[in-house]
Nanobody, 124 residues
Framework: QVRLVESGGGLVQAGGSLRLSCAAS????????MGWFRQAPWKEREFVAG????????YWADSVKGRFTISRDNAKNTVFLQMNSLKPEDTAVYYC?????????????????WGQGTQVTVSS
């Protein structure tokens, strides 16, 4: 059974940092494009960051560019999202996703596997 499990969410003050992890099990994702998405209450799920299979290409949403960094450790089947200079508008449930192609995508519909999400709350 394929599983993606996010961890590292929590409550942090504005300007603080969090590091999210996404651990995959059930199969190797070393050749899969991976992405992070988020969904705030009453809003659609939105792309945050993506990384290709070997970490050589990364993508960010404009809203997080310069503050968030995505990385991966294929030996551990894990993807990370380092979030710095957090803002209240970053508050959302953050989801990890994997697709059956080596490149990442900004479109949630192009991902095949999803985690259950982890809550990130940034207080002002």
């Amino acid at each position: 059974q394929v599983r993606l499990v996010e961890s590292g969410g929590g409550l942090v003050q504005a300007g603080g940092s969090l590091r999210l992890s996404c651990a995959a099990s059930g199969r190797s994702f070393s050749n899969a494009g991976m992405g992070w998405f988020r969904q705030a209450p009453w809003k659609e799920r939105e792309f945050v960051a993506g990384i290709n299979w070997n970490g050589g290409t990364t993508y960010w949403a404009d809203s997080v560019k310069g503050r968030f960094t995505i990385s991966r450790d294929n030996a551990k089947n894990t993807v990370f999202l380092q979030m710095n200079s957090l803002k209240p508008e970053d508050t959302a449930v953050y989801y990890c996703a994997a697709r059956s192609f080596p490149s990442a995508s900004r479109r949630p519909g192009e991902y095949d596997y999803w985690g259950q999400g982890t809550q990130v709350t940034v207080s002002s």
